[in-house]
C-alpha cells in the first residue's frame, strides 16, 4: 500500500500519497507561502479576482449574488511565493440553515488563515454590509488588505474620491493598507500581488509549483453545471438548485459525465426541463463545453433533475448535499 502523509493546512487538511510529495520541490531559501482568505459581501467579485489570480477558471462567476457556497482554493507559485487563495461564501444576512452555514463557513476562514484580503465593490460607496464585516474583523488578528475592485465601472474623478473617501473613513481606525484594482480587467493585480506576498512569511511549497487548484475535479464540474444554471434559468431556480456528480467514467478517447441536479420544488424542476426538454439540453451543452476546457477532452455529460422538498432548510440533506460547517 502506498505511504501517504497528511498534513494540516489552515483549518483544511490534505491527504497526500508518497507519488505526490515527490512533486513537490524542496522551496529555495528567501521563499514565501501562505494561505489568503478572500472575504467581502456577496457578488464583489471574489471569484473573479482568484481566477484571475491564478490564471484559470477554477470558481464559477454569475451576475447573480452568493454564488460560492465553498470555501475554494486557488493556487499562484511565483519563483518568490506560493499563495494559496481561499474563497468564501460573501457575508449576508442568513434567511435559511443553507444560508447559516455558508456564513458560519466564511467567519471560520477569517481565523484559519494567513492574510485577509477584504474585497469591496470600489464603484460603490461603503454600505452596511461593509461596515458588518469591518465589525467581525475588529477581533482578528490576521493581517488584512482591503482591495477596492470594479475601479473600472468608476465614471469620474470626483466620484472615485467620494468613493475612496467612504472607505477610507470605514477603515480609519485600522490601518489597512488600501489597493485599488479591477479583476475584470487585471488593473491593479500585479501590484495586489506584490504587495500580498510582502505579507507572508518564508514557508515551503505545500502543493506542486504547477498546481492551480487544491479541488478535486469532479467538485469542480458540479460547480460548471450550477454556473450554467446560474446564467441561464429564472430568478426563482437558482439559490434553490444543489449539483451531484453521480458517476465519471474516464475512456480513452471521452469522460462520460453523470450528475443530478437537486430542486426544492416541481416547478423549478419544470423550469430546468423546458418545454421538450430544452432547457436542459442548453444547460448540459453549455456545461460540457466548460467540462471539455476543464479536462482538455471531449466529455459525455447527462445530466437528471430530482426534487428535494426543502433541502436548504435541512441539516441532514446539506450534509447529503456537501455542505456543512467546515472544521
Do not use: C
Not at 474585497?119 to 488578528?141: K, M, P, W, Y
Not at 490576521?142 to 477596492?148: D, K, M, S
Not at 430568478?235 to 467514467?249: F, G, L, M, R, Y
Amino acid at each position: 500500500m502506498e505511504n501517504s502523509q497528511k498534513i494540516n493546512l489552515g483549518s483544511d487538511s490534505y491527504q497526500l500519497g508518497s507519488s505526490e510529495w515527490s512533486r513537490i520541490p524542496q522551496a529555495p531559501e528567501g521563499f514565501k507561502s501562505g494561505f489568503v482568505g478572500i472575504i467581502g459581501r456577496p457578488n464583489v467579485g471574489k471569484s473573479t479576482l482568484m481566477n484571475q489570480m491564478v490564471g484559470q477558471k477554477i470558481a464559477i462567476t454569475s451576475p447573480v449574488a452568493q454564488t460560492t457556497r465553498n470555501r475554494l482554493q486557488g493556487i499562484l507559485t511565483t519563483p518568490e511565493a506560493q499563495l494559496i487563495f481561499v474563497d468564501t461564501p460573501g457575508i449576508h444576512k442568513p434567511h435559511h440553515k443553507l444560508g447559516e452555514v455558508l456564513v458560519q463557513n466564511a467567519k471560520i476562514a477569517i481565523e484559519s488563515v494567513d492574510l485577509l484580503l477584504f474585497l469591496v465593490d470600489g464603484s460603490v460607496e461603503a454600505g452596511g454590509g461593509d461596515r458588518f464585516i469591518v465589525e467581525l474583523l475588529n477581533h482578528t488578528q490576521t493581517p488584512i488588505i482591503l482591495g477596492l475592485n470594479k475601479i473600472d465601472q468608476t465614471t469620474s474623478p470626483s466620484q472615485r474620491e467620494m468613493i475612496d473617501r467612504s472607505y477610507a473613513q470605514l477603515v480609519a481606525q485600522h490601518n489597512w493598507q488600501m489597493i485599488e484594482l479591477s479583476a475584470l480587467t487585471g488593473v491593479g493585480l500585479e501590484s495586489l500581488q506584490q504587495i500580498l506576498i510582502s505579507q507572508l512569511e518564508p514557508g515551503p511549497y505545500y502543493y506542486s509549483p504547477d498546481a492551480v487548484t487544491a479541488q478535486p475535479e469532479r467538485f469542480i464540474m458540479g460547480e460548471l453545471i450550477r454556473e450554467q444554471i446560474l446564467l441561464l434559468t429564472r430568478e426563482e431556480v437558482p439559490h434553490s438548485v444543489a449539483v451531484t456528480i453521480d458517476k465519471v467514467e474516464e475512456e480513452p478517447k471521452i469522460t462520460r459525465v453523470l450528475a443530478t441536479i437537486h430542486v426544492e420544488r416541481d416547478s423549478q424542476k419544470g423550469i430546468l426541463i423546458g418545454k421538450g426538454g430544452s432547457m436542459l439540453k442548453a444547460l448540459g451543452s453549455a456545461a460540457r463545453e466548460q467540462m471539455q476546457k476543464l479536462i482538455a477532452g471531449k466529455v459525455y455529460l447527462e445530466l437528471f433533475v430530482k426534487v428535494q422538498p426543502k433541502w436548504r432548510q435541512s441539516r441532514l440533506l446539506l450534509a447529503d448535499l456537501g455542505y456543512r460547517v467546515e472544521n
